[in-house]
């Protein structure tokens, strides 16, 4: 069973940092674009960062451009988030999706595995 396992959310203060993982686990290997969407309660989930397979192409949401950094280490099967000068406007859950094309797309609906979330709060 291909699962997407999210880690590293947690609690940061206005202007810290954190780094969320995200480990593919399964025999499948995924050769497609990967991404990170969050979402909080009553508003829709919001497309913050994609990346391709090579990690040669990524692709960010304008609220998180020139704070976040998105990468992948396909020998890990692993995909990360570095998340800096961080803003209680970041505050969600944090999903990590495969997507079912070979573009990034920013739409949910372009990616057909998700991971569970993991919450991230940044208090001001």
């Known amino acids: 069973q291909v699962q997407l396992v999210e880690s590293g959310g947690g609690l940061v203060q206005t202007g810290g940092s954190l780094r969320l993982s995200c480990a593919l686990s399964g025999r499948t290997l995924i050769r497609y674009p990967m991404g990170w969407f969050r979402q909080v309660p009553g508003k829709e989930r919001e497309f913050v960062a994609g990346i391709t397979w090579s990690g040669g192409v990524t692709d960010y949401g304008d609220s998180v451009k020139g704070r976040f950094t998105i990468s992948r280490d396909n020998a890990k099967r692993t995909m990360y988030l570095q998340m800096s000068s961080m803003e209680p406007e970041d505050t969600a859950v944090y999903y990590c999706?495969?997507?079912?094309?070979?573009?990034?797309?920013?739409?949910?609906?372009?990616?057909?595995?998700w991971g569970q979330g993991t919450q991230v709060t940044v208090s001001s």
């Open positions: 999706a495969a997507s079912s094309s070979y573009s990034i797309s920013r739409l949910s609906n372009g990616y057909n595995l």
